[in-house]
């Protein structure tokens, strides 16, 4: 199993990024982003469903934050827009999800690196 993610980078407040994840040796299952600030938990941001026809986001990036996925090249993607300086983290695409809550670490079976997001005011 390869989890590789991508995008990451150095964006003003107001800006945006967006974030690939290639996964490879991996069912297809849900899928989803996580982050982490230094000094807290890591947090589910999006999630998006095998399909693609379900997705969900914490609130506080609703409406700002879309993913998306293309299963004919086993990639997500996560479009960020609107991006403010609490959003500065270190994404990481979460894959093999078990079922249960999405935003729940422990339903993942497979993690990418992470990718390093910093938002300058």
């Known amino acids: 199993v390869q989890v590789v993610e991508s995008g990451g980078g150095l964006v003003q407040a107001g800006g945006s990024l967006r974030l690939s994840c290639t996964a490879s040796g991996v069912a297809l299952r849900g899928m989803a982003w996580f982050r982490q600030a230094p000094g807290k938990e890591r947090e589910g941001v999006s999630y998006?469903?095998?399909?693609?026809?379900?997705?969900d986001y914490v609130d506080s990036v609703k409406g700002r934050f879309t993913t998306s996925r293309d299963n004919g090249k086993n990639t997500q993607y996560l479009q960020m827009d609107s991006l403010k300086a609490e959003d500065a983290a270190m994404y990481y695409c979460?894959?093999?999800?078990?079922?249960?809550?999405?935003?729940?670490?422990?339903?993942?079976?497979?993690w990418g690196q992470g990718t390093q997001v910093t938002v300058s005011s």
């Open positions: 998006i469903s095998p399909n693609g026809q379900f997705t």
């Open positions: 979460a894959t093999d999800f078990n079922g249960g809550a999405w935003y729940d670490r422990k339903e993942y079976n497979s």
